[in-house]
Structures are given as structure tokens and as C-alpha cells.
């Protein structure tokens, strides 16, 4: 027998919200664009460890010996040179490899649709532009008073002009409309799924 008022015991099921089928090929080049540059990191890397310090060392201890406190019969410069070249390469190196996790790590969910990665990554983004410009602003300044800049190789020169253009590129493309759009579907298909409004 039928209720009168048409109790149904059971919810009819709704089809589950679908993610859009296909990524945007603006979100696409963004996500490539990650993985070049966790592929940068890694060369930057690779430089950093086989570069030839001797140049690097002689200019430290020339900008410790102008120092008025520098006092040779505490540390020798040279020595102070030798002990310090390889921490600033390890060093390097250390942020390298932690550079190339969080690339990778922006890759994966940003070309998931994330909206979080892309705000995150937009920031990160950012401090990286903030950084290069620092960097440029330091050594044109250096330049010009005639101070000591640390030497760089080609390979170094390269990467810290291709870097800053990377990123500008992947900014542009992660806030393009297409991507935008595919963020927005995502994150609403999420919503409906932890909302619960299907059964499946």
C-alpha cells in the first residue's frame, strides 16, 4: 500500500557532481611550467656544487680584509674563505632540493584544480619576483658604486634571468579565464561531494 503523502523510505539518488572532463590547455602549460622549473632547480643546483670557488674565495677575502674589525691574528681570511664557501654551497644546494619539492608539489596540485595551490603559488610567486629584484637591485648597485658583486657563471646568469620569467609566465597562465573557470568547476564539485548531496 502507497503512503498518502508520499513518504519514500529511501532518497533518490542524485548523479555524483563531475569534475570537467578536460584541463585547460592554459592550466596545462602552467602545470609544465612547474616542472621546468623544478628541472631548473636542479641545475641550478649542479652548478652551484661543481662552480669553481677560487674566484668566489679571493673576492671574500679581499670584503673581509677592507672589514675595520677584521683582525688577521684572530682568523686568517683565507681561512675563514675556505670555511665559508662550502656552507654557502651546501646551503645552496639545501634550498635547491626544498625549492624543487615545493615546484613539484604546486605541479601536482594546482593541476588538480586546487584553488588553494594557486594562491599559494601565486604568493611563493611573488616572493620569488620580490627576491630577483633584490638580487638585480644589489648587484646593478654594487656595480655602479664600484662594489664587489659574488662572481657568477654563464649557466648562473642564465638561470637568474630565465627564473623570474618562468614564474611571470606560469602567474599569467594560472589566472587566465580558462583556468579560472576549471579552478571554480573543481572546487565546486568538491563542495557538492563533502556537502553529501548524492548518494553512490
Known sequence: MSDPYGYQPYPAAVAPPTVPAER??????AVIGMWIGGLLSVVSMVFLLTMDTTEMKTLLVTEMEKQPTYDPSVLEAREMADV?????QIGGAVL???SLGVWIWMAVMNGKGRNWARIVATVLGALS???????VGNI???AALGGATMPMSAGNVVLSVLD???VIAILVLLWLRPSSAYFSAVGAARQRERSGYYAG
Not at 24 to 29: E, F, G, H, N
Not at 84 to 88: A, E, Q, R, T
Open 84 to 88: 665559508f664557501v662550502p656552507i654557502i
Open 129 to 135: 619576483l620580490a627576491g630577483s629584484l633584490s638580487s
Open 24 to 29: 585547460p590547455k592554459t592550466l596545462t602549460y
Open 140 to 142: 646593478a648597485g654594487n
Open 164 to 166: 623570474p620569467l618562468l
Open 96 to 98: 635547491a632540493v626544498i
